[in-house]
């Protein structure tokens, strides 16, 4: 009898510790996402083929002042400025628009793989996708591709942003 007894509560220690254990997880590592993260970087290359001639063109962020905070109701609200500069395939400097203004409150969400990250742009029209290709707790690095396709034109957009906490 005593045998038995012994065994179980072993067994009900063991499982106790289990389900303890599950539920003692933070926030952050139930959902790593949410949160403040501030944007250092993005930088994104453009391809345009206009039936005759191809041109890429590689836009990057700098003096970057913009924040993401992912909120609990899956709201996103962005906000800051950043430069944006503009060059051709030969690295020369085509446009430069100083001080964009990125404000913009969403909808998202993450998947459960934590690989994709979901955004419904406030009023509904416009949705994207950014999969993620690096996930720690202090970095976020995602990927954006957007393909255009108009007959003779035809545009790919492919944005790397990071963003760190």
């Known amino acids: 009898m ?4 012994t065994t179980a ?3 009900m220690l063991t499982l106790s510790l289990f389900s303890c ?7 952050e590592e139930l959902d790593p996402i949410k949160g403040t993260w501030q944007l250092t970087a993005l930088n994104g290359t453009s391809t ?3 039936g005759y001639t191809v041109e890429t063109t590689k836009t990057k962020a700098v003096n970057i002042d913009v924040t993401y905070q992912f909120l609990d109701n899956n709201i ?5 400025t950043a430069d944006s500069e503009q060059y051709d395939a030969d ?4 446009l430069a628009a100083r001080g964009v203004q990125h404000n913009r ?5 993450v998947n459960e793989d934590l690989d994709e990250l979901y955004f419904a742009i406030e009023g509904g029209f416009f949705e994207e996708y950014w999969e993620i290709t690096s996930l720690t707790p202090n970095k976020i690095v995602a990927k954006h591709v957007m393909e255009n396709d108009f007959g003779e034109l035809s545009t790919e957009h492919i944005v790397i942003m990071e ?3």
Not at 21 to 27: A, G, M, P, S, V
Not at 91 to 94: F, S
Request: glycine share 6%; charged share 35%.
């Open 48 to 50: 345009t083929d206009w």
């Open 76 to 80: 996103l609200v962005v906000e800051g």
């Open 21 to 27: 254990t599950e539920n003692d997880k933070t926030e």
């Open 2 to 5: 005593l045998k038995k007894v």
């Open 105 to 109: 409150t969403d909808y998202w969400e």
């Open 163 to 165: 963003l760190e906490r």
């Open 9 to 11: 509560f072993f067994i």
């Open 91 to 94: 690295g020369n400097l085509i």
